[in-house]
């Protein structure tokens, strides 16, 4: 299971960074280089993903309680 949702954290926070890298950066070396602290920072993100996943439904619960 966690593997599971570690691979699903990793994939999803590695291209929101890149595409971020991309977009800062430009095309060149965004996608040249960019990728390299991207994997990095999705790597250390999904490490947290059940805190992330609680972080999320707590909020949710808190915004459509009003």
């Given at each position: 299971m966690?593997?599971?949702?570690f ?6 926070a590695?291209?929101?960074c890149?595409?971020?890298?991309i977009a800062?950066?430009?095309f ?6 960019g ?6 920072v ?14 999320a ?10």
């Amino acid at each position: 299971m966690y593997q599971v949702g570690f691979g699903i954290t990793w994939a999803i926070a590695f291209l929101v960074c890149w595409v971020y890298a991309i977009a800062t950066y430009g095309f060149f070396l965004g996608v040249g280089l960019g990728w390299f602290p991207a994997a990095i920072v999705a790597a250390l993100v999904a490490l947290a993903w059940p805190l992330i996943l609680l972080a999320a439904i707590f909020l949710g619960a808190f915004l459509l309680k009003g």
